[in-house]
Structures are given as structure tokens and as C-alpha cells.
């Protein structure tokens, strides 16, 4: 693509950071002399160029490493993958510094003193594989297999580690998704089967052409990007949005919206910031929603803010219409007002009624647009679902649903991949257990503890954050066939994870792991913990092994594009210390248990079946892309509309496939980890849009969404005659087949059953919402919220390189002084670990961000120490960071910024007692009613000065 001088300027202003950038010589520009072109040429024939991606954090860019002497000696984007079009954050760019990190992970480790005490010996891997199969062998007869957790945590390639405890019998298999954001998704899947909603401005796409041909596209088509409780400009979990949302605005005239109680980096960029109480979310989408049916004209073009083909596409809307607009003639008990009324919403929230108008009237008039939200807000709420629920209603009825230039759900249209390599065949297995002297049978995914479990049998994520409870107490199967079922939890294995830090409140989790019976012995009678970075959790382990980092393991990395695409995680280097790939720890646990006489556990299954880790990476691709040929252009005209696509583009492209009519699949050559190598890493599919309807035709295509009715659904339990239909379908009759058995969740909000339409209930700890809280709001006047800064969660605060740039007002150069071991890039391209001093306000540690007004009330100023206190007696301290960019009577962290406790984060480690851990003021007894999420945002504190 090239790029004229007048776009390129209209970009220099859209980047006010340009000119000083350019003055420091970062971005100059020279051409090269002859001898400086043969020179470079001659450099670079030294180095061997892989192609990978990130797992510094989930938006697993595309990489190319370059590889020199078997070391990695430089990072690039990879320019063939469009998530990021050949671009690295400083979190991709920093990855030497992790995988060279003198603080890893190096060789198996088993506890030798209490947990928590950090005190371990140094063992061998067969010592170390031993202990574990034995204690599992142990807890699997004593307690049965699902007296076991696998989590796989904050790292997406969990597949091998679910292959294995799926097999061993436990259906209790997690990942990070779980204390992610899944109030944030519910509404997408409730709606259309998916998860996620993003704008449409990843580029380039590949498109179909009128003739027949494929062409990258690089043109924006948005309007209006509303970015509610979203940061993509500082946590970069989608990091095509970075630059899309600056290109929409410089190519297109899309205006941004960015609706957060702080002015963050996105917002700088935005063209309206409103600054809202925090938790009001679903307030604010209540009252557009109301106010767009209220005023909707088909006739004044002003006006005309509904799609009515929507419904062609829809089942429920009337229904969920219905239910909705019988809240607003119910009076708030907080204030007296009409539900969803501008009014209401005004008083609420705390924008002005004119405000909430005119982004009403601006998002229903302009098209396309995309209304997006976030993990901050909603997605860390206890009544995050609502909110959830409402934009994906918003953008549907605004005719924004999968046009283009609207919004994608990302989960629907992404490359499928696993397959049979992930183990879920397992769960299917016929399994029996003894019920109040009674032999009973059913599936070992019946025996799973949420989703059969008493709290939260609508938990398709897993509720994580409920743990430490079912530690201490043990799990009771309430649905299914297993009902009147308890059985105790007596292993965790945490892979990549960190929960004891970030799964809600740390004291709770660090009292259920050390919890002790009657004679003394742990409850949980094993914790293992896998992963290349030494991080908190590994403190109370049992037993900890080094995984391979992610540039010394392959894996694939598909995250949440507007089509399909699918990419192969490489590994570039071979394992460092003694760290094993998950492939080999896999095998090596299996024979172990195959050893101890476990029956599930079958070679062929395992080590006899994945030589190699190239074999079990082949095998998750075998499905890929996996999704149906619909939409506007149809991807691929030659085959029929409705089918689904698997093989290697080139093959589908060429014909060179088989067609199965019956079940409707078309099969080209499979995706390989061979293939990829030869095609820059990554494997694109063509795009489309309109994928709910037919091409050539204004009628649903019934291949598309992901629901139970191939239709948008408004509605989620229904019967038309003898079938039933709905997302919440299936969980219902789980309440009904046991006699009307009310879940704790559901009791909490007054419900008896999962709701068959639109659903309304408060967030906790809000006194400006919920009157039960409005006591606290005189002596407890501020919210706190939290939010990322450019770190992967909690596993990347030992970088130097990350910890000398700053993030807004929650990530700030107020150390003290300090010396740490670090690991520094050589001329050479070679890292070597040395000792550096950091001087006082140098290096960048997790503040207290706080409105400038607020702080000259108490007589705060920058760097100032100060004590916040919730009412639950719970406390953190840090430093303060004043601005004026802060909704006054909000505070912010940033997400596992401060209070590092383990001395495995290195640089982070040193400034532990002066740096505020959010984590500590969660209160963990709020787990969201629907899936059992922690409400990570949903609390209030006092300021002192320290």
C-alpha cells in the first residue's frame, strides 16, 4: 500500500507524539550508501528468521524472531499476519528480556517447608513426575478423578495439559477466561452463541473481488467507535484496534467516543470523553436503548435510528422489547426516577441528561458504527451481564451487527482449532459413583463443579474466582445425574497462572491453600505449579515445574480477528535450564500414571500417539478453518453457501478438495505446522460480512450465528411445540429435573430459573445504585476501579525494559532507589544478566490515580503516601499520583501493578512496600450471580494519608 504525503500528514496529527519522537532521532529516515546496503546484507545473511507469536500477553501478535548462534538476537512484527500487520508493542519487543530473565523458572522444585514459606529443594524431573503421579494416583482412589483441578491459567495453549486430565477423569479443567471478563461476553453469547465484539478495523482483510480474485483491503469504512470501559491503547489485548481506530479517524472521519471515569490513552484520541460513575454501564446502554425506541422516525431521515430488517434476521425481539420497556414505568428506589428514563440515567451516572442525548442520538443516526465494551467496565461488575446484554441489542437493532465497518463478534468468525487433541472425547466416558448407597451412572462431564455444582451451573467459563470456597468445603453436585454427589478438592495444578494474586482477594486464597483438618494435614493435599516465571502462587506450592517459554514451544495463536486466521507460535530456540515443553510433560505425567496402574491413561493415547510436539500441533490444526462458507462476498462462490471450510487456503482456492454433501463439509489439504513455516507463519482465510444472511438473497442463511435457531436470538428459553430453544435453555431443565432447586446465584438477585428475555438487577458496593450500599457512601467516598497497563497481567513486572516507560496515572517513574539483577541487551545481539542500580523516580511502579480536586481536599500531592481502606477492614497503600484526567471520587490501580510479593519479579519485587495491590481490596464473597465472576471493580474505599 502506498501512502500519499497528505495521508501521512493528516497521521502526523493524529499522533501528536510524532514531532518530539522525530527530534530524538527515532523515526529518521536515511537512505543507505552502497557500502551500508552490502554491509547490512551481509549482517543479516548471519541470521536464521523464524516465524512465531507473542504470548507476552493474549494478543499473541505474529512475531518473526531472528535467530544467531541459537539465541534470539532480534523481534519484529511479523508483516503477514494482519492482528498486528507487522507491528510490536513494547510488550512483543521486550521478549528477550523475559526469556532471558535471570529470574525464571530453571530447573523442578519440591516444597520443603509450609506453604507460602518459599522454601523448596531442587530435584530431578523423574523425582519430580514421581512425587506428582503418585499423589495423583493416591487422590484419584480415594476421592475419584474429579477431586482434581487443572488450570491452565493465563496462557491460551493449555490443549495438551486438558488432553491429559480429561483422560485421568476430571472434567474440572480451567484457563484464564474464567477470571477474565465473562459478564463482558454474556450478552454475545447469549444472543448469537459468540464472545467477544469488536470494531471492524483490523487490517488489511482479505476480500473476494467482484472478478472472482482475493485483495487485501486497507480501507476503513466506520464512522463511530464507542469505546465504553476500553483501553486499547494501553492494554492490547485486540492490538489491530491501536492503530485502526487512529487509521478510521485519519481515512475515514470516524469520530471516537471513549467512555471512562479516567482520561486514558484512548481517550486523548477520542473526539467526545464522558467520565461516568463507575459501574453505571448498563445505566448509560439502558437509556440509549430507550431513548432510540422512544425517538425512532422512520420517516425524518434525523431520526431514523433502527434497521427494522433486523427482524428478518431475529427471533424474540418483541419479547425481549416487551419485558425490557416494562421496567420503565417502575420507580428506582434510589431515586425515585423511571428506569432507563434520561432522568434516571443523569442521576445515576452522573453525565449530564444533554450528554446522554446526544450519544444516543449520534450512535443511532451515524452508520456504520460500533458499539464496543470492555473488561475494565463492564466486564469486571457484578452486573456486568446486563450492560453486556444491552449493547449487543443496541448494535444489532442500529443495523451495526456484522456490516462493514460495524462490529464483529470475533469468537464466531475466528479459525477453529484443537480438535480431538484437546481431549474432550474424555469427558463423554460412562463413569459411576456411589449416592446414598445407591450405584449411580452418567458422563464424567457430569460430575463437573460448576456447571452441575450448587452455584453456578451456567459457569461455561468456569467460575475460578469460587476456589478457595470449594477448597475448604468441597463440591456439591446439585443437577444431573450425580445429584446429591460431594467430593472434595484435594489437587490444583496451575499452569501459567497466578490466582493466588489475581483470582479476587489474595487472603483468601492463601487461607483455603493453607488451610489444615483436624490432624494437621493440608486440605488441598497437592499444588502443583507449571510455568517458566517464579510468580507468587509458586510460593505455596507443592511442587513446581519449569515449562519451556513461549518462544522455546510451539503452539497457535488465533486471537479474535474479523476473519479467519490462524498462526503458528513456533519455537525458535531450543528449551533453556531445564524447562520441559508441554508436550513432554504431558507424556512423561502420563507413563507415570500408566506406571502406577491408572486404566484411563493408555499409551496410544499419549506418548505412543505425539512423538513430537509438531505431532500434537498437527493434530489441533487438523480442523482448521472450521467455519461456514456464508456471508457478503462469499468467501469461496465455487462451493456451497453454507458449508463448512476445512484445509490450507491454497487448496480450497485451487479445488483441490472433497465435497461431502451429507454433512455438509468441504475438505481441502490439511493445515500444517509444515505448511505454516512455508507461508510466513500464518494461514488467512477470505472475509466477508452479513454472514447471518444469505449472499444472493435478503433471508437468513440458517448456517449463522452459533445459536440454537441459526438466528439472532432475543430470547434464551423457549418452546415451539415439542422442542425447546435458547441458551438458557439447557441449564433450566438442569433446575427442573431437580425439583425446581434454586442455584445460590440465582438466589442471590430473587430468581428462581435462568430468564427466558431482558433481565435487570444492581451491582454490589455502589452507593449511588444500590440502596443497600448507600450507607457507606459518607465515610467509603471514593469507587476504585482497575485497569492494565502494558504488562501480560501479573507475569511481566520483572522486565526492566517495561518498567522504564510509563502508563497513564496508574503506572508511574516514582521508585525509590533500588538495585536488581537484570538482563541487558549487548551490541552483539547477545543478553547478559548484570547488576544496575535505578535511581530514585527513574523506573516506572503502580500508583494511586486520583482527581486533582480530591487530592487538594486532603492536602495530597504527587508522590505523597496514602493508606485506602474498604469497609471490609481490608487496606493497601502507595504512592499518589494527582491529575486532573480522573473523574473526581474515583480512584484507580492498575491490575497487579503493586504489593508483588514474590521475589521472582525482580525489579517489581523491590518496591513491594510502597506500591498498591488492588487484589487485596476485592471482596471475595462478591461472585457475580450468573457464572460466579469476582466483581474486581465493584468497590469503594477511604483515602488516608500515610
Known amino acids: 500500500m502506498q501512502v500519499s504525503r497528505r495521508v501521512f500528514l493528516k497521521y502526523a496529527g493524529a499522533l501528536g507524539g510524532l514531532a518530539a519522537l522525530n527530534k530524538s532521532g527515532l523515526l529518521t529516515l536515511k537512505t543507505l550508501s552502497p557500502s551500508e546496503a552490502e554491509a547490512m546484507q551481509a549482517s543479516m545473511g548471519k541470521y536464521e528468521v523464524k516465524y512465531t507469536a507473542d504470548a507476552m500477553c493474549p494478543a499473541e501478535c505474529g512475531l518473526e524472531m531472528w535467530i544467531k548462534d541459537g539465541k534470539i538476537a532480534k523481534i519484529y512484527g511479523n508483516k503477514a499476519v494482519p492482528m498486528n500487520d507487522g507491528t510490536a508493542c513494547a510488550k512483543g519487543a521486550s521478549g528477550q528480556q523475559l526469556v532471558y530473565s535471570p529470574y525464571r523458572l530453571k530447573y523442578p522444585m519440591i516444597r520443603v517447608g509450609e506453604r507460602g514459606s518459599g522454601k523448596f529443594k531442587r530435584v530431578t524431573w523423574d523425582e519430580a513426575i514421581d512425587y506428582i503421579g503418585r499423589k495423583l494416583t493416591d487422590i484419584k482412589k480415594k476421592y475419584g478423578a474429579e477431586s482434581v483441578i487443572m488450570d491452565c491459567g493465563d496462557v491460551t495453549d493449555r490443549d495438551q495439559y486438558w488432553r491429559l486430565f480429561f483422560a485421568f477423569g476430571t472434567p474440572n479443567c480451567t484457563e484464564?477466561?474464567?477470571?477474565?471478563?465473562?459478564?463482558?461476553?454474556?450478552?454475545?453469547?447469549?444472543?448469537?452463541?459468540?464472545?467477544?465484539?469488536?470494531?471492524d478495523i483490523m487490517r488489511p482483510q482479505l476480500v473476494r473481488q467482484p472478478d472472482g480474485s482475493l485483495k487485501k483491503d486497507y480501507t476503513y469504512k466506520t464512522k463511530l467507535i464507542i469505546y465504553n470501559g476500553w483501553n486499547p491503547f494501553v492494554a492490547t489485548r485486540i492490538?489491530?484496534?491501536?492503530?485502526?481506530?487512529?487509521?478510521?479517524?485519519?481515512?475515514?472521519?470516524?469520530?471516537?467516543?471513549?467512555?471512562?471515569?479516567?482520561?486514558?490513552?484512548?481517550?486523548?484520541?477520542?473526539?467526545?470523553?464522558?467520565?461516568?460513575?463507575?459501574?453505571?454501564?448498563?445505566?448509560?446502554?439502558?437509556?440509549?436503548?430507550?431513548?432510540?425506541?422512544?425517538?425512532?422516525?422512520?420517516?425524518?431521515?434525523?431520526?431514523?435510528?433502527?434497521?427494522?430488517?433486523?427482524?428478518?434476521?431475529?427471533?424474540?425481539?418483541?419479547?425481549?422489547?416487551a419485558a425490557f420497556k416494562s421496567w420503565w414505568s417502575k420507580k428506582d428506589p434510589i431515586n425515585g426516577l423511571n428506569y432507563f428514563s434520561l432522568d434516571w440515567a443523569a442521576d445515576r451516572t452522573g453525565l449530564s441528561k444533554a450528554q446522554i442525548e446526544e450519544l444516543s442520538h449520534l450512535f443511532g443516526i451515524t452508520k456504520p458504527a460500533a458499539l464496543v465494551w470492555g473488561m475494565q467496565s463492564p466486564g469486571h461488575h457484578y452486573n456486568g451481564y446486563c450492560a453486556?446484554?444491552?449493547?449487543?441489542?443496541?448494535?444489532?437493532?442500529?443495523?451495526?451487527?456484522?456490516?462493514?465497518?460495524?462490529?464483529?463478534?470475533?469468537?464466531?468468525?475466528?479459525?477453529?482449532?484443537g480438535g480431538s487433541a484437546t481431549g474432550k472425547q474424555f469427558k463423554k466416558k460412562k463413569v459411576k459413583r456411589m449416592i446414598d448407597g445407591k450405584e449411580v451412572e452418567g458422563e464424567v462431564e457430569h460430575l463437573h463443579m460448576d456447571l452441575f455444582g450448587s452455584k453456578y451451573p451456567a459457569a461455561w467459563d468456569d467460575a475460578v474466582a469460587d476456589y478457595p470456597n470449594a477448597f475448604k468445603e468441597g463440591v456439591d453436585i446439585r443437577y444431573g445425574p450425580f445429584r446429591g454427589h460431594h467430593y472434595p478438592i484435594k489437587a490444583y495444578i496451575l499452569r501459567t497462572g497466578n490466582s493466588l494474586l489475581t483470582g479476587s482477594a489474595p487472603w483468601k486464597w492463601k487461607e483455603a491453600v493453607t488451610a489444615k483438618d483436624s490432624k494437621g494435614n493440608y486440605k488441598l493435599e497437592l499444588f502443583v505449579f507449571i510455568d517458566t516465571l517464579n510468580l507468587e502462587s509458586a510460593l505455596y506450592a507443592d511442587v513446581i515445574l519449569p515449562e519451556a517459554s513461549y518462544a522455546e514451544r510451539m503452539s497457535l495463536s488465533d486471537i479474535y480477528p474479523s476473519h479467519q486466521v490462524i498462526y503458528n507460535r513456533d519455537a525458535v530456540i531450543k528449551p533453556l535450564h531445564e524447562s520441559r515443553k508441554p508436550t513432554e510433560i504431558m507424556n512423561m505425567l502420563a507413563k507415570k500414571l500408566h506406571e502406577l496402574g491408572d486404566p484411563d491413561i493408555k499409551p496410544e493415547d499419549f506418548w505412543e500417539k505425539y512423538k513430537t510436539e509438531e505431532d500434537f500441533v498437527n493434530e489441533m490444526l487438523a480442523v482448521a478453518p472450521g467455519r461456514v462458507n456464508v456471508g457478503t462476498p462469499l468467501p469461496y462462490p465455487q462451493y456451497p453457501e453454507g458449508y463448512k471450510l476445512i484445509g490450507t487456503p491454497d487448496s480450497l482456492e485451487k479445488g483441490e478438495v472433497t465435497i461431502d454433501h451429507a454433512k455438509k463439509v468441504v475438505k481441502g489439504k490439511p493445515v500444517t505446522v509444515e505448511w505454516l513455516r512455508n507461508n510466513h507463519g500464518v494461514a488467512i482465510w477470505p472475509m466477508s460480512w452479513y454472514r447471518y444472511k444469505k449472499h444472493n438473497a435478503d433471508e437468513p442463511n440458517k448456517a449463522f450465528p452459533k445459536t440454537s435457531t441459526k438466528l439472532i436470538e432475543f430470547k434464551w428459553d423457549w418452546k415451539e411445540g415439542d422442542?425447546?430453544?435458547?441458551?438458557?435453555?439447557?441449564?433450566?431443565?438442569?433446575?427442573?429435573?431437580?425439583?425446581?432447586?434454586?442455584?445460590?446465584?440465582?438466589?442471590?438477585?430473587?430468581?428462581?430459573?435462568?430468564?427466558?428475555?431482558?433481565?435487570?438487577?444492581?451491582?454490589?458496593?455502589?452507593?449511588?445504585?444500590?440502596?443497600?450500599?448507600?450507607?457507606?457512601?459518607?465515610?467509603?467516598?471514593?469507587?476504585?476501579?482497575?485497569?492494565?497497563?502494558?504488562?501480560?497481567?501479573?507475569?511481566?513486572?520483572?522486565?526492566?525494559?517495561?518498567?522504564?516507560?510509563?502508563?497513564?496515572g496508574t503506572w508511574q517513574p516514582m521508585n525509590k532507589e533500588f538495585e536488581a539483577e537484570v538482563p541487558e541487551a549487548m551490541g552483539n545481539g547477545d543478553m547478559k544478566d548484570m547488576k544496575m542500580k535505578f535511581k530514585a523516580n527513574t523506573y516506572s511502579v503502580g500508583t494511586v490515580w486520583m482527581n486533582t480536586e480530591d487530592a487538594k481536599k486532603m492536602g495530597l500531592k504527587n508522590g505523597d503516601m496514602v493508606v485506602l481502606e474498604n469497609p471490609l477492614g481490608k487496606s493497601t497503600k502507595g504512592k499518589v499520583f494527582v491529575s486532573g484526567g480522573m473523574r473526581p471520587g474515583v480512584i484507580k490501580l492498575g491490575f497487579a501493578t503493586g504489593g508483588r510479593f514474590s521475589p521472582g519479579l525482580g525489579p517489581a519485587y523491590k518496591s513491594k512496600d510502597y506500591t498498591p495491590s488492588?487484589?487485596?481490596?476485592?471482596?471475595?464473597?462478591?461472585?457475580?450471580?450468573?457464572?460466579?465472576?469476582?466483581?474486581?471493580?465493584?468497590?469503594?474505599?477511604?483515602?488516608?494519608k500515610a
Open 723 to 808: 422442542k425447546r430453544y435458547g441458551q438458557y435453555k439447557s441449564h433450566n431443565e438442569k433446575i427442573e429435573k431437580a425439583g425446581g432447586e434454586v442455584p445460590k446465584g440465582l438466589k442471590e438477585i430473587g430468581f428462581d430459573k435462568f430468564p427466558s428475555t431482558f433481565y435487570w438487577f444492581e451491582t454490589k458496593w455502589n452507593p449511588y445504585t444500590n440502596p443497600e450500599y448507600k450507607k457507606y457512601a459518607k465515610d467509603y467516598p471514593f469507587q476504585l476501579i482497575c485497569g492494565r497497563v502494558h504488562h501480560a497481567m501479573s507475569g511481566t513486572q520483572m522486565i526492566p525494559w517495561l518498567g522504564e516507560i510509563k502508563a497513564e
Open 176 to 199: 484464564h477466561g474464567a477470571i477474565c471478563d465473562t459478564p463482558r461476553r454474556h450478552g454475545p453469547k447469549l444472543i448469537v452463541g459468540g464472545k467477544r465484539w469488536e470494531p
Open 388 to 417: 453486556s446484554i444491552l449493547g449487543c441489542a443496541l448494535n444489532i437493532i442500529t443495523g451495526n451487527f456484522d456490516v462493514p465497518g460495524g462490529v464483529i463478534d470475533t469468537e464466531l468468525v475466528k479459525s477453529d482449532k
Open 239 to 321: 492490538f489491530y484496534e491501536q492503530r485502526g481506530t487512529v487509521g478510521a479517524k485519519v481515512e475515514n472521519g470516524c469520530k471516537v467516543v471513549v467512555i471512562d471515569p479516567a482520561y486514558s490513552n484512548t481517550a486523548t484520541a477520542a473526539d467526545m470523553w464522558l467520565a461516568p460513575r463507575a459501574g453505571t454501564d448498563g445505566d448509560l446502554f439502558g437509556a440509549m436503548l430507550r431513548y432510540i425506541l422512544e425517538n425512532d422516525d422512520q420517516s425524518n431521515p434525523n431520526k431514523k435510528y433502527i434497521d427494522w430488517s433486523f427482524k428478518k434476521y431475529s427471533t424474540g425481539w418483541d419479547e425481549f422489547e
Open 918 to 944: 488492588h487484589s487485596d481490596l476485592v471482596d471475595p464473597s462478591v461472585l457475580s450471580p450468573i457464572m460466579g465472576f469476582p466483581g474486581y471493580a465493584d468497590m469503594i474505599v477511604r483515602v488516608k
